[in-house]
């Protein structure tokens, strides 16, 4: 098989899973709530482990779009756009542009997948506490999850963001994304459309690539390695 036909599979694959994980939270009103409520606990819980990256222009925007806009709940009309349109992107982008494609939709499914499994061990009764404490989450981590896992997730970003910066090394996407920006959006495909060009511009303005990449490497793990091997925090 080819890498090009290799890159399609994947893609229609973890796409196809992303969005069954979707269904299943958005036909329960208290459930898409609860994730929402979640995921943004989540990411507050998690800069600040980057405040120096936060800090900086360029790593700010990479870094809100590599931990929000990849695995958040607004990612839900661009991945039903992703399958939509899955005839056409398999068939007119670039081999390049389809590995990250099919790299993102494999890193969100497992995302996903992980994420709402916390989210059901936090919930008491089919709701979520009000008060979500550091204990509580290091707890359903640990229950939902495992080490080896976890980590395994932060290798899928960090092979998304190495197809990413491959991606702007092609200087003849950014004029593709800027031409299908009305197309897109006439065809109903406006959410795929603004990924697709965020992605690119934010991994173009990254000051040093490798540097933001081995730093989220690093200190996502060492997040990991102490929710999971040290002493539960004291609750709060």
Not at 52 to 76: P, Q, R
Not at 79 to 84: A, P
Not at 143 to 168: D, F, P, Y
């Amino acid at each position: 098989m080819s890498r090009r036909k290799a890159a399609a599979s994947r893609f229609r694959k973890h796409i196809r899973r992303s969005n069954e994980l979707q269904a299943g939270y958005l036909a329960d009103p208290d459930m898409l709530a609860a994730y929402d409520r979640f995921a943004n606990w989540q990411l507050e819980y998690l800069l600040p482990s980057f405040g120096d990256l936060h800090g900086k222009s360029g790593y700010t925007e990479a870094l809100e779009f590599t931990m929000h806009d990849l695995a958040g709940v607004g990612i839900i009309k661009r991945d039903d756009d992703l399958e939509r349109a899955s005839p056409a992107i398999t068939t007119m982008l670039p081999r390049r542009a389809l590995e990250t494609i099919a790299a993102a939709a494999k890193m969100n499914a497992r995302v996903l997948e992980v994420n709402l499994s916390i989210c059901r061990c936090l919930m008491i009764d089919g709701q979520l506490p009000e008060h979500i404490t550091e204990q509580d989450y290091w707890i359903a981590c640990r229950n939902a999850s495992s080490l080896e896992e976890c980590v395994e997730l932060v290798h899928l970003i960090i092979e998304l963001g190495r197809t990413l910066s491959a991606l702007i090394e092609m200087p003849v996407l950014g004029v593709t994304l800027r031409a299908m920006r009305a197309p897109a959006h006439a065809a109903g495909f406006g959410a795929l459309q603004e990924f697709l060009e965020t992605g690119y511009h934010t991994f173009k303005n990254i000051p040093d690539i490798q540097y933001f990449l081995e730093t989220i490497e690093t200190r996502m793990i060492e997040i990991f390695e102490k929710i999971f091997t040290q002493a539960l925090p004291t609750n709060q």
